[in-house]
């Protein structure tokens, strides 16, 4: 088997086992086999790269960054839909189809209404060539590189797909996919998304499309536009698009009256929660696309479809008391204590208000009877008060100005939708909370301790730090509640177990905020010890790759507190790892440093993944475009002749491998 032979051949299994994987939802393979396998592609792909293709299933881990969406006229125009509420709406809507086609018995498909943000997108030949959103219905913006990254979207299709297409469709996050994007935020001390269709349709618009890729996102379709499809009608065009590999949703049915059609509406509108995701409705087709073409458009929407909107879960009660949380990192959380309601099959107790804004926003007071209502978040929301039945006397919700935990005056910064609490190292609940973050699995994985035990302990006066723990004996955490000898040994024990945790992890434990797994690694590798980040001002951090303004204000924050300093003081006397181990430094040094490369062609004794590690362990930054800013690039055979023109034009020295090995 030749090279070209042998990636052809992993690009084609890959795709299969992608298609198999995120729109069958029926893997072959293991997750390990498939990174292998990716990974054996990737290598052969950088070192050859004169078999680029760009369908291959690695550009779906993204890294492409999109500065502007370009504009993009939709070749055929993408309508909103009409809505009904109920069977006879619908029914008025076939007397009108029928006084449009005459009398002539007419069928439908009936199709779920998925919430998400609507996107077109283009095949020729069999390859996406486009993804464009759907904007004003004319013109939208072109989020290709981003919609690449989303695994259900096929970058080249099979079967006997027609040479030139648009496909429309619907982006969105999965509740559970939703779900663990918030839980990991709320771990770094972000605030949530509100919900997924928002953060859906958010996502298509960043800038870094690894961000995208990270993101679970997916693609449902639902319609085929074009010329000479070969395709008679709507449940037909399903089918099709599901043979060329498509993700669509098989719920879908062809209903011949409209009874059939109501059967299905009533029995989604009970069964929408057990789906995967959020739908707010039905959507019902002309089968028969000849009579779709008959019937046209109105200036909004098709005269062959309809959606059919399920009622929210909507309920009213009275809103009781508003309290106030304190995170961990001390951001303050209203909250709407409510009298238990049932709502969409569970008692409700409890909303979440968000923020100042929105309470002021919607006018929300203490005693009000509000209307609740259950969307895709995880809290139900409250969307409005029934003013009719507002108490006499009652007064606005004035905002806690103080922290409901430490008294200390909350502020709010420029932005920020969020009031803090700056009480950092003297409110309880933060102190808890940062301790507990400290012990928990993903951070220093304290065994033999919980977060009750953290509390307790600092109940009883233990400890008032994460450093605390270091100190503590067998003898004082014995007599505490529900402890026993041999608990209180395990715990010690899993506390002076966790001093052999690597620095990038005790780097996340310290909890400093924004700083979560990926970003402590980052600044672990690039400082490689705690004296180092420690010294490093706004302008170094923001130098390294990724790390945002946002993050560099408070690394730098955080050790400007002596408070912090004086607790990683201890937490390294005690022994824990504040840089990085002799095996990750021994491949790394600063002869790189400042110095910026363009690695380009392909290289004899070293791949390009490898080169591109060994100029980042050597303190330097790989740049995968030339500007006055590149300080050599690294040229292999067949290299670009553009890039080599324009290095010679901006004068950056062009050097060869060994040359390049040599600096080291
Ligand atoms: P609306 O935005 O309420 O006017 O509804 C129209 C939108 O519903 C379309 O732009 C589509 O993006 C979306 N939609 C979701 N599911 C479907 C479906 N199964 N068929 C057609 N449109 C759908
Ligand atoms: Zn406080």
């Known amino acids: 088997m030749t090279i070209q032979q042998k990636i052809t051949s992993l690009r084609d299994e890959l795709r299969e086992h992608n298609h198999n994987y995120y729109v069958l939802d029926n893997p072959t393979i293991s997750d390990y086999e498939f990174d292998v396998k990716l990974k054996e592609l990737q290598k052969l792909e950088e070192e050859n790269p004169e078999f680029y293709d760009e369908t291959s299933p690695t550009l779906r881990v993204g890294g492409a960054v999109t500065k502007n969406f370009e504009t993009i006229q939709h070749e055929h125009r993408m309508y909103s839909l009409d809505n009904s509420y109920s069977k006879d709406d619908l029914e008025d809507w076939e007397k009108r189809i029928q006084r449009i086609l005459g009398d002539v018995p007419v069928e439908y498909t009936c199709e779920l209404k998925y919430d998400g943000a609507s996107i077109s997108l283009t095949y020729e030949d069999g390859k996406l060539v486009r993804a464009v959103t759907r904007g004003d219905g004319y013109q939208g913006d072109d989020v290709t590189t981003n919609i690449k990254t989303i695994k259900s979207v096929p970058l080249q299709l099979k079967g006997d797909y027609p040479p ?32 997924p269709r928002n953060t859906a349709s958010g996502s298509l618009k ?57 059967q299905f509406v009533e029995h989604w509108d009970v069964h929408r929660h057990d789906l995967p995701y959020e739908t707010d409705g039905v959507v019902i087709k002309v089968n028969s696309l000849r009579y779709q073409e008959e019937l046209g458009y109105t200036a909004k929407a098709p005269r062959w479809a309809m959606a059919y909107k399920f009622k929210a879960e909507q309920v009213s009660t ?10 961990r990192t001390g951001a303050i959380t209203p909250v709407a204590n409510l009298e238990p309601v049932l709502l969409a099959g569970t008692t409700v107790k409890r909303a ?7 309470i002021e926003k919607l006018d929300i007071r203490e005693g009000d009877t509000v209307f609740v209502e259950k969307g895709g978040e995880i809290i139900p929301k409250i969307i409005a008060v029934d003013l009719g039945k507002r108490p006499e006397g009652s007064h606005p919700t004035q905002y806690i100005q103080h922290c409901p935990e430490c008294e200390t005056e909350l502020i709010r910064k420029e932005g920020e939708a969020q009031h803090f609490c700056p009480n950092d190292t003297g409110c309880p609940t933060q102190i808890t909370g940062r301790i507990q973050h400290f012990i928990s699995r993903k951070a220093m994985d304290i065994e033999g301790m919980g977060s009750e035990t953290v509390e307790l302990l600092f109940k009883e006066g233990l400890i008032a730090n994460y450093a605390d723990l270091y100190v ?18 395990n715990l010690v024990n899993g506390v002076e177990a966790s ?33 180092a980040l420690k010294a490093a001002s ?31 003081e201890r937490l390294k006397s005690y022994g824990l790892q504040f840089s990085l181990s002799e095996e990750q430094l021994e491949n790394q040094s600063d002869k790189l440093k400042g110095q910026t490369f363009v690695v380009s062609g392909v290289f004899e004794t070293i791949g390009r993944t490898e080169l591109k590690k060994l100029i980042e362990d050597n303190g330097g930054k790989v740049s995968s475009s030339i500007s006055s800013k590149t300080s050599f690039l690294v040229a292999g055979a067949n290299m670009g002749p553009s890039k080599k023109t324009k290095a010679e034009g901006l004068g950056v020295p062009i050097i060869s491998e060994q040359e390049f090995l040599k600096m080291l």
């Open 164 to 195: 030139k297409f648009d496909i429309r469709g619907e982006i969105i996050l999965t509740l559970e996919g939703f779900a663990k994007m918030n839980q990991e935020r709320i771990a770094n001390g972000e605030e949530p998304y509100m919900n």
């Open 538 to 568: 706004e302008e170094e951090l923001v130098s390294v790759d990724e790390i945002g303004g946002r993050i560099a204000e408070s690394v730098v924050q955080f050790f400007a507190n002596p408070t912090n300093v004086k607790i990683v």
């Open 206 to 262: 960043l800038q870094d499309s690894a961000l995208v890729a990270e993101r679970p996102l997916e693609c449902l379709l639902y319609s085929i536009v074009g010329k000479n499809l070969e395709i008679t009608s709507q449940f037909e065009m399903l089918d099709k698009a599901r043979s060329w590999g498509f993700k669509v949703p098989t719920v879908a049915k062809h209903c011949k009256t409209t009874n059939e059609v109501m």
């Open 352 to 358: 979440s208000l968000h923020n100042a804004d929105q």
């Open 499 to 531: 001093k052999t945790i690597p620095f990038e992890r005790v780097l996340f434990a310290l909890g400093i905020r924004y700083v979560g797994e990926t970003v402590a690694k980052k600044l672990a590798k690039a400082y490689k010890n705690i004296d």
């Open 318 to 327: 009275v809103l009781n008391e508003i309290t106030y949380q304190v995170g």
């Open 472 to 489: 503590l004996t067998k003898e004082q955490v014995m007599p505490l509640e529900r402890m026993a000898e041999k608990s209180a040994e």
